[in-house]
């Protein structure tokens, strides 16, 4: 019976250690989207700790300052429980082993993980592991290193693109000042260039969120900016282009929107988010109102910019362009608790997710 325990000890340390190395393994080195249980219950925990935080923040600003510690945080929170865990299932191994009581145990896999030296490995498979341990314990430390310069390339890439964004698009930007802007200083016409742009945006955002996941929860140097929100700023008006802009049809907004929903959907499905896979309107309804559309289209041709005369036609042209992210981008606003932005995070909170933010809560 008591080697049956010692073998058990043996094989419940193996499986913590190759659990935690697969779990290093799919955030530093895997260059493809995988889901770490581990991570999630990491980031998991943590993003209740800080909502329960922000439950005594006034305002959107407070709560901001407040989330932008978020994913660093939880990002270097990954370290030190890799290292307890592999802590703990060393020293499981060296106790299913006999190399000693448990308490001596423990201080040889802390001393051999952290190269510290105090307590010296006896026997040749102890050494051996021993030495294992601490080969992981550098990898550990080199990898994060590693990965920090990856990440902050990618977010310096996707925060270049959203801040040039506000020049064109307003604070928060919206597709009414993108829209008069480039009519009164370029010309509709120059917005292929800004399309073709933001497909290459959209699909190296689609790539580095998912392999990288961490970048989804990295707010902008403003509060005011989101990734998220500018994403939705750029799919309405490439949508109201293309559907009631009174313009020759361009290719590169359709294409645009295509690379914009499949990429939000993607980084969706990788936080188990639900969205419609094959949303069609008006079986899948919008969160847009015929009012707030025509409206819209009051204002952009009071300030000159032609309108197709069809409406109606109009209308159910831009509601099928729409439906494709409607669902989507509204459920990523409420993840990363964007700010206030105009058909986006103003009307998030109908999914029914936390309701963070708000026009009052900006002042």
Request: with cysteine.
């Amino acid at each position: 019976m008591d080697s049956f325990i010692h073998v058990i000890s043996i094989m419940v340390g193996t499986v913590i250690v190759i659990s935690t190395i697969f779990s290093a393994i799919s955030t530093f080195v895997l260059p493809r989207s995988a889901r770490s249980r581990l991570n999630r219950l990491v980031f998991g925990l943590l993003r209740r700790i800080f909502e329960l935080v922000m439950r005594f923040t006034k305002t959107y600003k407070q709560r901001d300052a407040i989330m932008a510690y978020y994913a660093p945080v939880a990002l270097l929170s990954l370290l030190p429980v890799w290292y307890l865990l592999i802590a703990l299932g060393y020293s499981l191994i060296f106790w299913g082993i006999r190399a000693g009581d448990y308490f001596y145990d423990f201080r040889l896999s802390g001393s051999s993980l952290f190269t510290l030296g105090f307590v010296p490995p006896e026997g040749y498979l102890v050494t051996f592991l021993a030495f294992s341990e601490a080969m992981l314990g550098l990898i550990m430390v080199g990898l994060l290193i590693a990965y920090l310069p990856t990440m902050y390339a990618a977010f310096s890439r996707r925060e270049e693109a959203v801040n040039m964004l506000e020049v064109r698009a307003g604070t928060p930007p919206n597709p009414y000042d993108m829209l008069t802007r480039y009519n009164r200083i370029h010309g509709i016409d120059k917005l292929a260039d800004v399309w073709r742009t933001w497909e290459v945006w959209f699909a190296d955002v689609e790539e580095s969120h998912t392999t990288l996941p961490a970048l989804v929860f990295f707010r902008s140097p403003r509060p005011e900016n989101s990734w998220v929100t500018s994403a939705g700023a750029v799919l309405d008006t490439a949508a109201i282009t293309l559907s009631s802009i009174d313009v020759p049809y361009e290719a590169s907004a359709a294409l645009c929107i295509r690379a914009g929903y499949l990429a939000l959907k993607r980084i969706a499905d990788y936080f188990d988010i639900p969205n419609p896979s094959t949303p069609k309107f008006p079986e899948t309804p919008i969160s847009i109102s015929r009012e707030e559309y025509d409206e819209l289209l009051r204002k952009l041709e009071a300030a000159g910019v032609p309108i197709r005369p069809d409406r109606e036609k109009a209308w159910l042209d831009y509601a099928g362009w729409r439906v494709n992210y409607d669902c989507t981008l509204l459920s990523l606003c409420s993840l990363v608790m964007a700010p206030y932005a105009s058909w986006s995070s103003d009307r998030a909170l109908k999914i029914g997710l936390p309701p963070l933010f708000s026009k009052k809560t900006l002042t």
